[in-house]
């Protein structure tokens, strides 16, 4: 405690230390034995451990372009994560976590299990164990969508895949006028586009099911433009590659002017 006075404070080279050298009870803690450094603990538990009521980090540029950079790296061969940042909480189960793996793959991490991945082609897989991959819904009125897709010749703007019969490949949801759950537009004449396209690979099942609960709702709707191509358009198009099984499925539960395929 008090002054050091400057004789005594080494002029370079190597310091050595023989145990834990703390400045001011816990401010700063040098552990030589571990090679660890503390801010705000006397007792570091990883090579940097910062404690205080708030921790920060504040990394500030003045004079790049390019901002202040966090580098994940690991030289480490034949490894799984190349960097993750994990959040913790007082029981130390690590619930959450945004990680890079190896292969080139973003992987978010929600309650302890992998939700959702970013693959290196730029593909987004959702994962829910509910059973819906992807919810979207326009709750305001005007032109909202849920869950909006756009894909060029032989692209697919949204797919979902559903493994079992009481999930959805994609749901959406509509609240207010002029919205839609799920949306989908084809722009191209000459070939074969389609604003939704749906295959029932089983005897049982749908490629494209819409069911309509109101009076003058309507389960699925689709708008067949003027083509002008060498191919026809369609509004909605369903195949289905199995007998008994359904390319389109409407249904209809309440009024008159119901229509469960529009």
Do not use: C
């Not at 901002?67 to 029981?91: K, M, Y």
């Not at 829910?128 to 969508?145: F, N």
């Not at 067949?224 to 249904?251: C, D, F, I, K």
């Amino acid at each position: 405690s008090g002054t050091l006075a400057n004789s005594a404070l080494p002029t370079g080279g190597n310091w050595p230390l023989s145990s834990t050298l703390t400045l001011d009870t816990s401010t700063l803690a040098i552990d030589p034995i571990n090679n660890r450094v503390g801010i705000g603990t006397a007792s570091p538990a990883w090579p940097f451990h910062e404690v205080a009521g708030q921790s920060v980090a504040l990394l500030e540029s003045t004079a790049t372009p390019f901002g202040s950079v966090l580098e994940l790296r690991n030289n480490t061969a034949s490894t799984t994560f190349l960097g993750a940042i994990n959040f913790n909480n007082a029981a130390n189960t690590y619930p959450g976590q945004i990680g890079y793996l190896s292969g080139n793959v973003l992987s978010f991490r929600t309650a302890s299990a992998e939700r959702m991945r970013l693959d290196g082609s730029g593909n987004l897989l959702v994962t829910a164990s509910a059973g819906t991959a992807i919810t979207g819904s326009a709750l305001a009125s005007g032109v909202g969508y849920g869950v909006r897709g756009e894909g060029s010749f032989l692209g697919v703007g949204v797919d979902g895949w559903a493994p079992d019969g009481s999930s959805y490949g994609v749901r959406g949801q509509a609240g207010g006028t002029n919205s839609a759950g799920v949306y989908a537009e084809a722009f191209s004449v000459s070939t074969e586009t389609y604003g939704v396209r749906g295959k029932a690979h089983s005897g049982a099942g749908s490629g494209v099911s819409g069911e309509n609960d109101a009076s003058s709702g309507i389960g699925v709707y689709g708008l067949q433009g003027s083509g002008t191509g060498s191919r026809t358009t369609a509004g909605v198009y369903g195949e289905s590659l199995q007998y008994a099984g359904n390319g389109v499925v409407g249904v209809a539960n309440d009024g008159p002017s119901a229509y469960g395929v529009w």
